[in-house]
T-cell receptor, first 116, second 111 residues
């Protein structure tokens, strides 16, 4: 099946610094990818839709200037958490679909961000 | 996007059949019903998807009544490794559709 990877799997950073998380579709091209955030014992919350070659679409309440999304190619989307604070500590997950012929979303393994 | 309602948690024992029901009263004509499984600190994994009646694959069955306002995920003979959170989602007619996750059902399987 289709594989989505994320890098890094976990990262610890100091408050005020920026962190970049990569999401790659390894064996298919994805014009659209999605970014989610998940706090402990809670469900996934959709943050934004990443569109290749265009601006991301952010969900209500998600600060686009804080969570920068770049979808520069059909296999790579990046999420940059700028000026991270402890409350940004969370599990970040991306997903993508191979496209036509399937309605299935494939999820990455997630990235655990800890801001100290 | 249709909202879904599931039980927050369920307990079962190894070898039993587990049925998790999801309500989606406002499902649209073009919506599909999809179930995902998530283990701690991992991304969700696709289990099964259907539109109506019954769908079966190697790991689960999905039962959808004619009015499609609910669906039931059936896991035959669960094992300890089936302990996870199960999410029911509706929508996704297009592969570019965003998915909105509900609370999910936390299934705990005991020996």
């Amino acid at each position: 099946g289709a594989v989505v990877s994320q890098h890094p799997s976990r990262v610890i950073c100091k408050s005020g610094t920026s962190v970049k998380i990569e999401c790659r579709s390894l064996d298919f091209q994805a014009t659209t990818m999605f970014w989610y955030r998940q706090f402990p014992k809670q469900s996934l919350m959709l943050m934004a839709t990443s569109n290749e070659g265009s601006k991301a679409t952010y969900e209500q309440g998600v600060e686009k200037d804080k969570f920068l999304i770049n979808h520069a190619s059909l296999t790579l989307s990046t999420l940059t958490v700028t000026s991270a604070h402890p409350e940004d500590s969370s599990f970040y997950i991306c997903s993508a679909s191979p496209g036509r012929g399937t309605r299935e979303q494939y999820f990455g393994p997630g990235t655990r961000l800890t801001v100290t | 996007l249709a909202k879904t309602t599931q039980p927050i948690s369920m307990d079962s024992y190894e070898g039993q059949e587990v049925n998790i029901t999801c309500s989606h009263n406002n499902i649209a004509t073009n919506d599909y019903i999809t179930w995902y499984q998530q283990f701690p600190s991992q991304g969700p994994r696709f289990i099964i998807q259907g539109y109506k009646t019954k769908v079966t694959n190697e790991v689960a069955s999905l039962f959808i009544p004619a009015d499609r306002k609910s669906s039931t995920l059936s896991l035959p003979r669960v094992s300890l490794s089936d302990t996870a959170v199960y999410y029911c989602l509706v929508g996704g007619e297009m592969y570019t559709d965003k998915l909105i996750f509900g609370t999910g059902t936390r299934l705990q399987v005991f020996p």
